[in-house]
């Protein structure tokens, strides 16, 4: 029995775990629609699943916006290609729980059952300075939340177009809490579920290590930029400053992280995002 709901995501790579993505959510009755960031989508996944046309890598972001778009249902579920469903009722009930005025989210786990963050709370000016000479700190709390994983967001199509989507400012990484901060200005409610999905975060490939550095730290910065324009100059020199050290650091264990926060540093000196790879990489 189909449900009115439409699972969107963006493929660039791994034509196997796409089409077990397609597998997964079409088995529940829900329509699956793709926006093709890498021009790797085999006829098969096309037969059933809705595939929007290759177009470049334009990112995660840009993406989502393009399927949504194209969408045929009012309820749109936004996914990474690895989110999959636990249950059939997990999402019925998910989506009876859901509002319009809303952004909904639920529990996510990974492959191996563990629990997988999918809020976080808003990145802050010590969240930042904490990161210079230490690993940044998980946004996630167990007790609250302010946003939500790009990963699973159950949204009203309209409700996603009136506040304009993901920006485009953001390549990959906080374009989620971009949107969950836009939403919340425009009077919308973040809210999160207990129902389950599966996230199995942490798949990608390390080809693009140097990519999901530098568009990280890109991210963080326009987040403040955009949302907190009086704290941005100083979050800058502060990411800056991470960058050339951890560069350094890395620079004779491990090339692909010194290039990656070198293209860090760079994209936040000159403000302006990084680029994305091409078909060549696997995301």
Same mark, same amino acid.
């Given at each position: 029995?189909?449900?009115?709901?439409?699972?969107?995501?963006?493929?660039?790579?791994?034509?196997?775990g796409?089409?077990?993505?397609?597998?997964?959510?079409?088995?529940l009755?829900?329509?699956?629609?793709?926006?093709?960031n890498?021009?790797l989508?085999?006829d098969?996944?096309?037969?059933?699943?809705?595939?929007?046309?290759?177009?470049?890598?334009?990112?995660?972001g840009?993406?989502?916006?393009?399927?949504?778009?194209?969408?045929?249902?009012?309820?749109?579920l936004?996914?990474?290609?690895?989110?999959l469903?636990?249950?059939?009722?997990?999402?019925?009930?998910? =989506?009876?729980? %859901?509002?319009? /005025?809303?952004? !909904?989210?639920g529990? *996510?786990?990974?492959?191996?059952?563990?629990?997988?963050?999918?809020?976080?709370i808003?990145?802050?000016?010590?969240?930042?300075?904490?990161q210079?000479?230490?690993?940044?700190e998980?946004?996630?709390?167990?007790?609250?939340?302010d946003?939500?994983?790009?990963?699973?967001?159950?949204?009203?199509?309209?409700?996603?177009?009136?506040?304009?989507?993901?920006?485009?400012?953001y390549?990959?990484?906080?374009?989620?809490v971009d949107?969950?901060?836009r939403?919340?200005?425009?009077g919308?409610?973040?809210?999160?579920?207990?129902? =389950?999905?599966? %996230?199995?975060? /942490?798949t990608? !490939?390390?080809?693009? *290590?140097?990519?999901?550095?530098?568009?990280?730290?890109?991210?963080?910065y326009e987040?403040?930029?955009?949302?907190?324009?009086?704290?941005?100059?100083?979050?800058?020199?502060?990411?800056?400053a991470?960058?050339?050290?951890?560069?350094?650091i890395?620079a004779?264990?491990?090339?692909?992280?010194?290039?990656g926060?070198?293209?860090g540093?760079?994209?936040?000196?000159?403000?302006?995002p990084p680029?994305l790879?091409?078909?060549?990489?696997?995301?």
């Amino acid at each position: 029995m189909s449900l009115p709901i439409t699972v969107v995501t963006v493929a660039f790579g791994n034509s196997d775990g796409v089409r077990h993505w397609v597998d997964q959510w079409s088995a529940l009755g829900a329509s699956c629609l793709i926006s093709d960031n890498g021009n790797l989508i085999d006829d098969d996944i096309r037969r059933r699943a809705k595939v929007l046309t290759f177009t470049g890598n334009t990112g995660f972001g840009s993406g989502i916006n393009r399927a949504v778009r194209e969408s045929d249902t009012e309820l749109v579920l936004i996914t990474n290609p690895d989110t999959l469903p636990v249950s059939r009722e997990s999402l019925v009930t998910m =989506m009876k729980s %859901h509002s319009s /005025g809303s952004l !909904s989210g639920g529990a *996510t786990v990974g492959f191996s059952g563990k629990p997988v963050p999918s809020t976080g709370i808003w990145p802050t000016e010590k969240w930042v300075k904490s990161q210079i000479f230490k690993p940044a700190e998980t946004l996630w709390r167990e007790d609250k939340f302010d946003w939500l994983q790009g990963s699973l967001i159950l949204v009203c199509r309209d409700d996603f177009l009136r506040i304009g989507g993901f920006s485009s400012n953001y390549p990959l990484f906080f374009e989620d809490v971009d949107l969950c901060a836009r939403a919340v200005k425009s009077g919308m409610q973040i809210r999160c579920f207990p129902e =389950m999905f599966i %996230h199995g975060e /942490g798949t990608g !490939s390390d080809r693009v *290590t140097a990519t999901r550095l530098s568009c990280f730290h890109w991210g963080m910065y326009e987040f403040f930029r955009s949302h907190h324009p009086e704290k941005a100059n100083c979050v800058r020199r502060m990411i800056m400053a991470k960058c050339i050290l951890r560069m350094f650091i890395n620079a004779t264990v491990d090339s692909e992280k010194a290039v990656g926060y070198f293209r860090g540093f760079e994209a936040v000196f000159h403000r302006t995002p990084p680029g994305l790879p091409g078909v060549e990489h696997e995301r």
